[in-house]
């Protein structure tokens, strides 16, 4: 019994060969299992198997084998006789809720409880015969044309002449019409539109021809140009809605941008574009009688036999047809997608943060020695913070408190000094990564850049991060080392007593080894918050920005009577230009400062190492034991694991800001394989462009491309 083998299925293709008659167009649930069975033949098994030479195969099958033609025809019509399309063009992809939180909300719902469907939807249809989350990647794989060839060859035509179809076009193009004009009303986007669109709004108008296509394809005595004339100045009032979007999105640098409105902007574009596909639909209907087709059947008359005539040339769009089929496979499978929803919301958004750190970072980038030296001393300076940052925290330290208070109390001690650093205009250096790399992802931006970057500036625009962020970590530690022991020998000579010694300063050095504790991992951790911090202090300034937080500051009816308007002025230029990386400062003091604390109240092993902040711990753990006392081998790995602490708070830092900026802004980087090639070549042909400015005028250097960007 176990030794027996399975039988194998019997070939689909030979069964439905074999047979004489061909499938009626009334059998609905035979015409479904049909095109399960058909596409399974499509679809790749465990690797196996490639798509795109499938369905070649499959379009060569039905081109010798006029019954698998029929039957496949038959199929189709047997579930457009039965179900509503109208889900499928206007909800499919298209998010439902008015509010983002409402959308969410409803995926995570459907997500753990998938919500029924019913079996006279097509959307039914879609989702039994592309059943698997990931169909939608095979079928994308397949080239487009090849797609284009399979329609062609079924000579399917989406009969628009049937009434049945007509109507649910129509019905679906009304309702996406009335709720673009809706959303085109809303505070959101009507406040900001262009001047010239606010009187001859094109989000109402677009309402207007629609009312007016439809008319015109009711009529009996229909026109074909008056037809053609009405759908193209429908395509171009949706020309005009799309330049208002792109306007709005454009002003978000000015004007900053709510998530909200991002969201709005989401929903018109998508039911913008389904508007477009039905328009291509029914624009081109040139041959439309009243009554049935000459050259096949109807869903009126289903059971007269099937030939499919391609409509004349230009009549139906193949190609914007098998775009829609493509889109709404991936929409059913990935419409619970959490992943996907939060990405194309939060994209724009995401944009605006990154535009904030992105202009930013130009003056953390030098190109010159001046620029260098300059960068140096500004390090040095914020070195000197973080000196008194250091001695303040160890002295909090010996103050005895609650684990609580002591975080809360490091995190005011942290915060601060970012402050005092931020208002100085000095530099800490691992502050850079977050901005710098938002400035380097512009060089790629695809919504600013029509033409291919010059990848070889971009290299030369890395090597200058490079150089700009070792001379910032060179500027702090120069201080940081010797700033630190002479405060603690300051205070030894006023108190007569170590700040720290004898086991707490051991302790303190073995923090930051690099491989007898958790140091790099921590490290890590560091970067993450830095990270973080730079996205809190861009999602502020653009809040403050898209609130109009200064005008309305300057018009506030209590300050206006107790202050000077110069300096009510002042200050609300103040808030409106520094707030954002106020908050930001703060949010990482508290993240720096909390984070031991969390480590000891869930028992897990979690905590940060700053670069700056250990060099300076290590300083005061040396001058507390003495250089004698130490192992100077041991002293050459601590400061080495204090240089691998700055190497990773600026790699994880940076990757996860460049990694935002990149997606935000629409780079690909698959698209440029050879770049890591020419940074490579240009490494080796001037590694020290990537130490240090090259001696030669500013002239003579490569433009860098953040120039270019901005």
């Known amino acids: 019994m176990f030794g027996r083998k399975k039988k194998p299925r019997p070939d689909f293709i030979a069964t439905v060969s074999g047979r004489s008659t061909v499938l009626s167009i009334a059998d609905s649930s035979a015409g479904l299992d ?35 033609l029929s039957n496949l025809r038959h199929a189709i019509l047997s579930q457009l006789v039965r179900t509503d399309l109208g889900s499928a063009l206007m909800e499919s992809g298209i998010p439902l809720a008015r509010g983002f939180w409402q959308e969410l909300f409803g995926r995570l719902r459907h997500k753990l ?45 989406l009969h628009i002449d049937d009434r049945r179809i007509l109507r649910q ?3 679906s193009l009304n309702t996406l019409s ?35 296509l439809e008319q015109q394809l009711s009529a009996t005595d229909q026109r074909p140009e008056a037809l053609q004339e009405t759908a193209g100045k429908i395509k171009e009032k949706v020309g005009w809605c799309y330049e208002c979007i792109d306007h709005i999105r454009d002003s978000h640098s000015q004007r900053g941008a709510s998530l909200h409105q991002t969201y709005m902007l989401l929903l018109l574009a998508n039911r913008l574009e389904r508007i477009t596909i039905l328009v291509d639909l029914l624009d081109e209907n040139h041959e439309r009688t009243t009554g049935p087709l000459a050259e096949g059947p109807t869903l009126d008359n289903p059971d007269r036999r099937a030939t499919f005539s391609k409509r004349p040339a230009g009549g139906f769009d193949v ?58 001393k500004s390090a040095m300076g914020g070195g000197a913070w973080v000196c008194l940052v250091v001695l303040v925290k160890n002295l909090i330290t010996r103050v005895p408190m609650a684990i609580f208070w002591h975080g809360f109390a490091y995190s005011i001690n942290y915060s601060l000094g970012f402050i005092l650093i ?30 291919q970057p010059n990848l070889y500036n971009l290299a030369v625009t890395v090597a200058k991060v490079s150089r700009s962020q070792i001379a910032s970590f060179a500027g702090n530690l120069i201080i940081v080392f010797p700033g630190v022991w002479l405060l603690a020998w300051g205070y030894d000579k006023l108190f007569g007593k170590k700040l720290v010694e004898g086991t707490a300063a051991l302790k303190m050095l073995q923090d930051q080894h690099p491989w007898t504790s958790l140091s790099l991992l921590y490290a890590c951790n560091t970067g993450v918050f830095l990270f973080l911090s730079g996205i809190i202090a861009g999602y502020v300034q653009n809040k403050i920005r898209y609130g109009q937080i200064s005008r309305r500051l300057q018009t506030h009816p209590i300050l206006r009577v107790t202050m000077p308007k110069t300096r009510l002025k002042r200050l609300a ?54 250089f004698r006392n130490v192992n100077p081998w041991y002293v050459a790995t601590v400061v080495g694991g204090v240089l691998g602490i700055g190497f990773f708070n600026f790699v994880s830092s940076f990757l996860l800001a460049f990694i935002v900026a990149a997606r935000s802004r629409g780079v690909r980087l698959r698209e440029y394989p050879e770049f890591l090639g020419i940074l490579w070549r240009y490494f080796k042909s001037n590694p020290l462009d990537f130490i240090r400015p090259r001696r030669r005028s500013v002239e003579n250097e490569e433009t860098p491309v953040v120039a270019e960007a901005h």
């Open 113 to 157: 409880l998938p919500p029924l469907s019913p079996e006279n939807d097509f959307l039914y249809v879609l989702n039994r015969v592309f059943f698997r989350n990931h169909d939608y990647t095979w079928v994308e794989d397949i080239p487009r044309a090849d797609w284009i060839a399979f329609f062609e060859g079924l000579g399917l035509s």
């Open 178 to 212: 009335f709720q673009v004009a809706q959303l085109g009303l809303e505070k959101d986007v009507l406040h900001y539109i262009p001047e010239q669109y606010r009187e001859e709004n094109p989000f109402v108008e677009q309402s207007y021809l629609v009312h007016a």
């Open 573 to 626: 230029d103040y808030v409106e230009n520094h707030a954002g990386s106020l908050i930001g400062n703060i949010s990482l003091g508290f993240f720096l400062g909390m984070a031991g604390f969390f480590g000891e109240i869930f028992g897990i092993h979690f905590d940060i190492r700053h670069i700056t902040i250990s060099a300076g711990n290590v300083s005061l753990a040396m001058y507390g034991l003495g």
């Open 34 to 68: 049909f095109l399960v069975s058909f596409f399974s033949l499509i679809r790749p098994h465990r690797g196996h198997r490639n798509a795109g030479a499938n369905l070649t195969t499959m379009t060569a099958v039905l081109k010798e084998r006029p019954i698998v």
């Open 169 to 171: 076009l129509l019905l």
């Open 319 to 376: 190609g914007k047809f098998v775009d829609f089929f493509r889109m709404l496979i991936r929409n059913e499978n990935r419409k619970n997608s959490i992943l996907e929803f939060m990405s194309q919301t939060f994209a724009y958004l995401a944009y605006q943060i990154a535009e904030h750190k992105g202009a930013k970072g130009s003056k953390y980038i030098t190109a010159t020695w001046a620029d260098y030296r300059a960068m140096l």
């Open 422 to 451: 931020e208002e100085t205009h000095t530099t800490l250096a691992t502050k850079q990564p977050a901005f710098t790399a938002s400035a380097v992802a512009s060089s790629l931006d695809t919504r600013k850049n029509s033409h």
